[in-house]
């Protein structure tokens, strides 16, 4: 996983863009935005952490589930490319304006996501 600047049509080899294996997480937050590349089907925590952006707050940095999607305290909100929540946790989160669980989010296409201001676990939208 890489930081990595706007793909460029043409950037990939024989003059595509490879995109198959690998999609863009592009991260929101108050100190701009950032791109990374990651594999297809890795999850959204790991991605982020990874490139030196955490989910948590300083509290629940230490004081978390380790990615078991019992804790809450590393949601992120998707603005683009969200797919169905296919985790308990997130059905409900989904449904009651909640943001959703980085680490049990699996990466399958380009998203954008944003690092909520975190209450306790992140309010409402």
């Given at each position: 996983?890489?930081?990595?600047?706007?793909?460029?049509?043409?950037?990939?080899?024989?003059?595509?863009?490879?995109?198959?294996?690998?999609?863009?997480?592009t991260?929101?937050?108050?100190d701009?935005?950032?791109?990374?590349?990651?594999?297809v089907?890795?999850?959204?925590?790991?991605?982020?952490?990874?490139?030196?952006?955490?989910?948590?707050?300083?509290?629940t940095e230490?004081?978390?589930c380790?990615?078991?999607g019992?804790?809450?305290?590393?949601?992120?909100?998707?603005?683009?490319?969200?797919?169905?929540?296919?985790?308990?946790?997130?059905?409900?989160?989904?449904?009651?304006?909640?943001?959703r669980?980085?680490?049990?989010?699996?990466?399958?296409?380009?998203?954008?996501?944003?690092?909520?201001?975190?209450?306790?676990?992140?309010?409402?939208?």
């Open positions: 996983m890489t930081d990595q600047s706007p793909p460029l049509d043409g950037d990939g080899p024989d003059g595509a863009t490879d995109t198959a294996e690998t999609v863009t997480v991260v929101r937050t108050d701009g935005t950032r791109r990374l590349t990651a594999p089907g890795a999850v959204l925590r790991d991605v982020l952490r990874d490139a030196g952006i955490s989910p948590y707050t300083r509290y230490r004081l978390n380790g990615g078991r019992i804790c809450a305290t590393c949601g992120v909100r998707i603005r683009e490319g969200e797919t169905e929540p296919d985790h308990w946790h997130d059905r409900l989160a989904d449904r009651f304006g909640y943001p669980l980085s680490c049990q989010y699996r990466l399958t296409r380009d998203v954008t996501v944003e690092i909520p201001e975190k209450r306790v676990w992140g309010g409402r939208e």
